[in-house]
């Protein structure tokens, strides 16, 4: 399914590149998709079963000094490849990447708190040090305020809604159990319904594919720093999927229990690994070199193809 969406995006930017069709998507369809696959994956956790592990510390740490490392390494070298890569790092884990990650049998309640706590932690540390990566002066409140008004929507509303409807749900459930003596049953969303978040997030990749297409061919710096994007961004992805899954199984949430090992193992490679690119996209489009946005880009290629084929393995039956 995620390959077939990448490549529909790619067919549909090179058509757009080639007869110069002229179509966008609005900004607020995007959002919406964002928002309903979170809607319906929040409305499956119990909002107090969310707490931070020492995994999430652990990855949060390694985003901050990888990046700045990155940055610090490169811009010597080129200023807009250093900004790429590092925003390749520094973006917060995908507000997909519970979705993907319950299919590989990861923890969706694990990867949401981590979710919640790097997008609030990039929204604080991303004023902090891209005035030390721009010569744009950036206020901190001003640009604390314009991230989180982003992220806010599409990140806070849903998982509030969602909790919202589990406490009306358990209000009238508790009622008419009372009244029919019988027990509370748990809530429970229907199975087409939990699979939707799935099937919206193919459809964006779709749309995030043929972007980065456009992008491409407008592209008019150096094919040796655009070769070095690509290349760099395919070399930030496995590290981080790689460096997160090893700190995930060796800082399980329950040492003592080897399916909370895997699980864990696998939430924190997603965590680590997939990363909320559209909001990087706007961060380098934003406060960053323009060009820059093409390092963010890639990122969005190589990571659905890496999650393409560990489903494919999990699809028969072998570990990632």
């Not at 995908?94 to 979710?115: D, Y």
């Not at 409140?141 to 806070?156: K, N, Y």
């Not at 990571?303 to 039956?317: C, E, Y």
Request: with cysteine.
């Amino acid at each position: 399914m995620l390959f077939i969406a990448m490549l529909t995006g790619f067919l549909v930017g090179g058509l757009e590149v080639v007869f110069h069709w002229q179509w966008f998507t609005p900004s607020w369809f995007l959002s919406l998709m964002i928002f309903l696959m979170l809607f319906f994956t929040f409305c499956e956790i119990d909002p107090k079963s969310l707490r931070p592990d020492k995994w999430h510390w652990m990855l949060l740490v390694f985003q901050i000094v990888v990046s700045l490392f990155i940055f610090y390494s490169l811009r010597s070298f080129d200023l807009t490849l250093a900004q790429g890569l590092m925003l390749c790092v520094l973006m917060p884990s995908a507000i997909a990447a519970p979705i993907i990650a319950a299919k590989l049998g990861g923890s969706v309640r694990t990867l949401t708190a981590f979710t919640l706590l790097s997008s609030a932690s990039t929204a604080v540390l991303v004023p902090l040090i891209f005035p030390l990566m721009t010569d744009v002066d950036t206020p901190f409140l001003e640009t604390f305020l314009v991230i989180l008004r982003h992220i806010s929507p599409v990140l806070l509303l849903p998982f509030f809604l969602a909790w919202l409807l589990r406490i009306v749900y358990n209000q009238l459930e508790q009622r008419a159990a009372l009244k029919d003596m019988r027990d509370i049953r748990p809530f429970r969303m229907p199975e087409f319904i939990a699979q939707m978040p799935f099937y919206l997030w193919a459809g964006t990749l779709t749309i995030l594919m043929a972007k980065m297409m456009r992008d491409i061919a407008n592209y008019d710096g150096s094919l040796l720093v655009l070769a070095l994007m690509f290349g760099g961004s395919l070399l930030t992805c496995m590290l981080q999927f790689f460096v997160g899954k090893q700190i995930g199984e060796h800082y399980p949430s329950a040492p003592a229990d080897e399916q909370a090992v895997r699980e864990t193992r696998v939430s924190a490679g997603q965590g680590l690994g997939q990363k909320n690119t559209t909001l990087g996209i706007w961060m380098a489009a934003t406060y960053l070199q323009p060009l820059s946005v093409l390092a963010p880009a890639a990122y969005i290629f190589w990571q659905n193809l890496f999650n393409a084929w560990q489903l494919w393995r999990v699809s028969r039956g072998k570990k990632v």
